[in-house]
């Protein structure tokens, strides 16, 4: 079965930090462009970080450039969001995701995913 399971959501005050973790199983986490999105109800999704399966190439959408660092353990076949600075605006629920890429992570738009995390929710409040 393939599946790409999401933990290390949370509640955190404005300036702390979280750790998102997604794995994947039933596939090879190698060949694929890796991502992170995510969604606030009635809003579409949108892209947070992406990371190239030669890990070359590295997306940050600007709101969270310097504070989220996106990597990723193939011998592990997991995926991580590192966020730092945390903001109440970054509050919303977070998606991994894999795509098998042929261009930069960044030129794929969320239909083009292959897989998907279930979504862990991340609030930022005081």
């Known amino acids: 079965q393939l599946q790409f399971v999401e933990s290390g959501g949370g509640s955190v005050q404005p300036g702390r930090s979280l750790r998102l973790s997604c794995v994947a199983s039933?596939?090879?986490?190698?060949?694929?462009?890796v991502g992170w999105f995510r969604q606030a109800p009635g809003k579409e999704r949108e892209g947070v970080s992406c990371?190239?399966?030669?890990?070359?190439?590295?997306h940050y959408k600007d709101s969270v450039k310097g504070r989220f660092t996106i990597s990723r353990d193939n011998a592990k076949n997991a995926v991580y969001l590192q966020m730092d600075s945390l903001k109440p605006e970054d509050t919303d629920v977070y998606y991994c995701?894999?795509?098998?890429?042929?261009?930069?992570?960044?030129?794929?738009?969320?239909?083009?995913?292959?897989?998907w995390g279930q979504g862990t929710q991340v609030t930022v409040s005081t």
């Open positions: 039933g596939f090879t986490l190698d060949y694929y462009a």
């Open positions: 995701a894999a795509v098998y890429a042929y261009r930069a992570c960044s030129d794929y738009a969320p239909h083009d995913y292959n897989f």
């Open positions: 990371m190239n399966s030669n890990d070359a190439i590295v």
